[in-house]
């Protein structure tokens, strides 16, 4: 329902706050400057603003939409007028011309009666599986691996001889933290319909995760602070009573403390040492994050406030890396830019798509209460205790007991029967490694979910994927991470010395990051407890992957994370990297690194690129692949038969609510295709709207690009190309 008046809207709103935010950065120049983004010129790029659909109560809206206009705005009936077209020679005039939508073959009304095939039982294929269950639609999940939930994966050590119950003898090697704001809504819709909460139900318990920690430690340059210089000037001011002070002096007191700057001797300019910058919300920045802050902020405001409005403007940057954008858009100089990276991400991460920053950027600091949907504060983080598989088993149970979903099935290829007479129906194929089936079982549609690297092993070649696809598939690119998980003999870090109950401390060594767990943490800390020992991404992981053992990723019968044996001597290229670790634990907290080997008990090293189920970590994008690739890996293939979910499949990649967005989408389009009346009913009414698509008539087009695909491009013999009215 785009209309000139929302967008009126949206500008005045916009504009009130460009003013306010004005008066409190004069500094910051937001003026019309031909060299440097601002306020104006985002928002004079900006296109028609969209309401969002809202999610919560589609039924009603559909209701009344049904009423009004005789449309359902979930499933619309007709296509939309803004069809593809597929340019074809017309008859008349021997001129290009344009296919019409009435030309195209209506969609055939069927139920549907043979089961659907999950490729994948990640949390995006047996989230399909539960909605499929739920509309009483039979399904068959197939995984290669013997463990299910995939990138939600966790790691139990094995007790020691008489070592005591613990709530902590384990970390999270994949997903492990779920901040509740707006982007990941359907992580926590799916904890609250699994009744996982804080303080337990019968699904799980969530408990706060502490993402920093006031006294989590920073080693750059060699330096070390900011927590132990702090301990020291806070008990002063303690004793001096003005400990108040401390909040503000622990932003950015200590000047060039880490000596970044010329005038001690490093390459940053001293004049962007210590900028400072206003958020729309008030909150002051300082230094790196008053940079980050004045290029980042404007984009997340706007997708805050008018997602649709925001995406378009996102999308008109996307075809610089961060680093670019930062260089040519912001004018800042490279050694500021250098510096910026180091200490706020992975080692060449400002490498990856400006559009990939952003977005992650709103999941550690979405901009809340600029959406009018509550003040803005703190968002808080969860983990589950137990680890993140407690919620892939809920998942899991609430399938039922059956047989659906099935473990060491590596699918090797997926096929289109074509119907050999009109009344034939079109069905599916699925090739399961070293299973020939004598008669092979008819699937009505196949969702794949496994990472898009994976698939590329997947022969396809019968399912008619256009050339955007097969690109997609081969060029969208994936981020990689390495956790190295170490179970030490006492949890040294909540001891005396460092009283560290969750966050993370952030050095430019080798490690980059140690994670502080934030479950178990009232346990003793005398007693046996698993750091997180380094977090590393980008080039950081690939160097430290290099020492890493390729590993399976479960091989017991009970489908329970595998334990490794607790004396068993590391190999030579991974003792070489607990090496590292130890050194690098040494100079961050004091002690030796023979102090810390002798501490551990076990530990567990895991490279998320090298690992044949998924072949790369997450998705994460280059310079202009959003705007490019992407919207063909949100199209189903060989004529709405094959559908493609999973994290990568959706904006919002690397979290689990990527992965149910994606679910969302793929279970509308087989319901879009084949569906009931009474199963849309269904999942409109227990489902809601999507969360990616602000417009269904956005959404429904995509989807009908990708079922007309192959129609579209026979029309004309065009392999791939059909254009939309105004391209
Ligand atoms: C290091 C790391 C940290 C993360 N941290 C967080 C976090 O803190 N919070 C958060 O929300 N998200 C986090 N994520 C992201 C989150 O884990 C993923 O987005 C999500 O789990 C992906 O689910 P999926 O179903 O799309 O894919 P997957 O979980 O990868 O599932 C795909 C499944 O397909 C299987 N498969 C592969 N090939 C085949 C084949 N040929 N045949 C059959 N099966 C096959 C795989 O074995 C796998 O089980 C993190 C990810 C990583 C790697």
Redesign the pocket.
Same mark, same amino acid.
Not at 119 to 125: D, F, L, Q, W
Not at 654 to 659: E, L, N, P, S
């Given at each position: 329902m785009p209309t000139s008046f929302h967008s009126k809207v949206a500008q005045h709103i916009v504009e009130l706050e460009l003013e306010k935010l004005r008066k409190r950065n004069p500094s910051l120049g937001y003026h019309q400057d031909k060299d440097k983004v601002s306020w104006e010129m985002l928002i004079d790029r900006g296109a028609h603003p969209r309401k969002r659909v809202p999610v919560p109560d589609s039924e009603s809206l559909a209701q009344v939409s049904q009423a009004a206009h005789g449309v359902d705005p979930l499933f619309p009936d007709e296509l939309p007028s803004s069809l593809p077209r597929s340019p074809v020679t017309t008859p008349e005039t021997g001129l290009p011309g344009h296919k019409s939508p009435a030309d195209l073959p209506r969609l055939p009304e069927v139920g549907i009666t043979e089961p659907v095939a999950i490729?994948?039982?990640? #949390?995006?294929?047996l989230r399909i599986a539960m909605m499929l269950k739920h509309l009483g639609i039979p399904y068959r999940v197939?995984?290669?691996?013997e463990r299910?939930?995939?990138? #939600?994966f966790t790691y139990h050590f094995k007790k020691q001889d008489g070592e005591a119950e613990s709530t902590q003898n384990y970390f999270d090697?994949?997903?492990?933290?779920?901040p509740d704001n707006a982007v990941n809504a359907r992580?926590f819709e799916l904890f609250e319909e699994l009744d996982i909460k804080a303080g337990g139900g019968t699904g799980g318990k969530l408990v706060p995760y502490h993402l920093g920690t006031d006294d989590n430690i920073m080693l750059f340059n060699g330096r070390r602070g900011p927590a132990a210089f702090f301990e020291w000037v806070f008990n002063i001011l303690l004793f001096l009573d003005i400990k108040k002070t401390v909040g503000e002096m622990s932003k950015n007191p200590l000047e060039d403390h880490f000596h970044d700057g010329v005038r001690n001797g490093g390459t940053v300019p001293d004049d962007y040492i210590n900028r400072t910058y206003v958020k729309p919300n008030g909150d002051k920045l300082y230094g790196i994050d008053a940079l980050l802050g004045a290029a980042w902020e404007p984009y997340k405001f706007l997708l805050a406030k008018d997602y649709k409005l925001g995406w378009e403007i996102l999308m008109q940057h996307d075809s610089r890396s961060s680093r670019a954008h930062l260089l040519d858009i912001m004018r800042y100089p490279p050694e500021v830019v250098q510096w910026m990276e180091t200490r706020d991400s992975g080692t060449n991460a400002y490498d990856d798509a400006f559009t990939e920053s952003i977005i992650d950027s709103l999941e550690f600091d979405y901009p809340t209460g600029y959406d009018g949907q509550g003040e803005p504060g703190e968002v808080n983080w969860w983990c589950i205790e137990g680890g993140t598989e407690v919620l892939t088993k809920a998942m899991y149970k609430s399938l039922g007991i059956q047989p659906f979903v099935q473990t060491s099935?590596?699918?090797?290829a997926v096929y289109k029967n074509k119907p050999t007479t009109p009344d034939e129906k079109t069905t599916m194929g699925v090739i399961i490694q070293g299973l020939a089936e004598l008669v092979p079982t008819k699937y009505s549609h196949v969702v794949s979910?496994?990472?898009l690297s994976?698939l590329r +092993? #997947?022969d396809l070649s019968r399912c008619e994927l256009d050339y955007a696809q097969k690109t997609a598939l081969r060029s969208l690119k994936y981020g990689t991470?390495v956790?190295v998980g170490i179970k030490f003999k006492t949890r040294w870090w909540q001891g005396q010395n460092f009283k560290k109950q969750g966050g993370s401390s952030k050095t430019d060594r080798q490690s980059r990051v140690v994670v502080y767990p934030s479950y178990g943490v009232d346990g003793p800390a005398d007693t046996p407890g698993v750091l997180i020992a380094t977090y590393t991404w980008n080039q950081d992981a690939f160097r430290f992957g290099s020492l890493i053992d390729p590993k399976d990723w479960g091989n017991s019968d009970d489908l329970h994370s595998a334990s490794l044996d607790p004396n068993r001597q590391p190999s030579p290229s991974e003792a070489i990297l607990l090496q590292h670790i130890y050194e690098d634990l040494a100079e961050i907290h004091g002690e030796t690194a023979g102090w810390y080997r002798e501490q551990t008990l076990d530990y567990y090293a895991y490279d998320?690129y090298h690992n044949q189920?998924?072949m790369g970590?997450?998705a994460f994008f280059n310079a202009g692949q959003f705007s490019d690739l992407y919207l063909h890996i949100t199209k189903p293939a060989s004529d709405g038969y094959l559908h493609f979910g999973?994290?990568a499949a959706s904006s919002h990649h690397?979290? #689990?609510? +990527?992965?149910l967005d994606?679910a969302w989408r793929c279970v509308w389009e087989i319901l879009a295709k084949d569906g009931t009346p009474e199963q849309k009913k269904k999942f409109r009414k227990k489902y809601g709207a999507s969360k990616e698509f602000d417009n269904i008539e956005t959404a429904a087009l995509q989807y009908y690009r990708g079922i007309y695909a192959n129609s579209l491009e026979k029309a004309d013999g065009n392999h791939g190309l059909f254009h939309f009215p105004g391209e």
């Open positions: 490729i994948g039982a990640g #949390v995006a294929g197939m995984e290669a691996s299910y939930g995939g990138r #939600v090697v994949g997903a492990m933290r779920f992580t099935q590596r699918v090797t979910t496994i990472p994976c +092993g #997947v991470g956790k998320w189920y998924s970590g997450y999973g994290e690397a979290w #689990v609510a +990527g992965a994606s």
